[in-house]
Structures are given as structure tokens and as C-alpha cells.
């Protein structure tokens, strides 16, 4: 690891009340940075990304928007599936891998972090290509179906 990355895990443990329990799980857990670990996002590839107005029938004038990405894992042998409750804004800059088109669009991940803002959270995701994916939400979880 490096001192950048040390003081990025140091601020979030310092701030460890401030996050909802299954978000900090998630964002202060070294193994989903690391180069070469199944649960990282590093090396992972976007398949979807699905965006959703969920609505109430009752009160249809209330919907409450939500992102769910889709990661291939790097080790191809899961899904890492992050879900974006409450979104209050996002942000997808697609750009197409320069580098190998023909094996994914976007590139796969190399870096991400996650941080509170004005008491909501962020969590920014860029990838190879340039592209990026930015979310600020009041809610988060993360699923991984692993393959065997």
C-alpha cells in the first residue's frame, strides 16, 4: 500500500459513526483495493449498470431513484453487484478502451473511493479508459454471486 491510500483508509475509520454499517464494511475493506484479491474492484469490468425511478403506486409523485452496477470480478469467478440506495445525483462519463475494445468498452476498474458529502456519501469508480462513474446516495449495500 501507499501513504495516499493509508491516509484514505485512516480517514475513514476516523469517521467510521458518520457511515452506515454495510457502506463502511465495504469502502474500509483493504481486500476491495487490493491487485491481486477476488473481492477487489481493481481489474473488475462494468457488464451493467441499471438505473431505476422506483415508484409507489400509492403515492407515484415520490419516486426514489436507484443505481445498481454490475462488476465482473477480476477473477471472473463472481459478480460484484453495488447498489445505490436514495441516489441524490450520478455521474457515467463513458469512453470507449483505446486500449482493447474488443474486450471491454470501459476498461476495467483501477481505482475507486468513497467519501461523505454534504451528509450524503460519494462513491467515485475510474476505469481504464477514462470513463467514470460517480453516485451520491443516503444508502448502499453489496452483493457478490460467486460462480462455482
Not at 475509520?13 to 469502502?27: G, I, Q, R, Y
Not at 481486500?31 to 484479491?37: D, G, T
Not at 468513497?114 to 453489496?142: P, W, Y
Amino acid at each position: 500500500m501507499n501513504s495516499s491510500f493509508d491516509e484514505y483508509i485512516s480517514n475513514l475509520n476516523s469517521n467510521k459513526d458518520n457511515f452506515p454499517s454495510k457502506l463502511f464494511e465495504f469502502a474500509a475493506n483493504t481486500e476491495r483495493y487490493e491487485l491481486n484479491h477476488p473481492k477487489s474492484l481493481h481489474d473488475a469490468w462494468v457488464t451493467s449498470i441499471t438505473i431505476a425511478e422506483n415508484r409507489n403506486k400509492v403515492r407515484p409523485f415520490e419516486p426514489s431513484l436507484s443505481i445498481s452496477l454490475n462488476l465482473l470480478g477480476q477473477q471472473h469467478d463472481r459478480d460484484i453487484v453495488l447498489n445505490y440506495l436514495k441516489v441524490k445525483s450520478y455521474e457515467i462519463i463513458g469512453t470507449e478502451n483505446p486500449f482493447n475494445y474488443g474486450d471491454t468498452f470501459h476498461g476495467d476498474v483501477l481505482t475507486h473511493t468513497v467519501s461523505i458529502t454534504d451528509s450524503m456519501f460519494q462513491h467515485i469508480i475510474e476505469l481504464r479508459s477514462g470513463s467514470t462513474f460517480k453516485v451520491i446516495f443516503a444508502d448502499f449495500n453489496c452483493v457478490e454471486k460467486i460462480y462455482t
